[in-house]
């Protein structure tokens, strides 16, 4: 019985921490997006030639 219960505690441990890797990987790319738009916007400030 302890085996058992140790074998789905560690399955949920595993889907836990690749669901939390995927997440934070997923808000990563949201910060790098939202960074490069503020440059680009910065950017396009500075030179009012830009189209």
Do not use: G, R
């Not at 019985?1 to 789905?8: R, S």
Request: proline content about 2%.
């Amino acid at each position: 019985m302890l085996t058992i219960i140790t074998f789905i505690i560690t399955v949920a441990i595993v889907f836990l921490l690749n669901y939390l890797n995927e997440k934070i990987a997923s808000q990563k790319l949201k910060d790098y997006y939202n960074l490069a738009k503020q440059i680009v916007m910065a950017i396009e400030q500075l030179n009012s030639e830009l189209p």
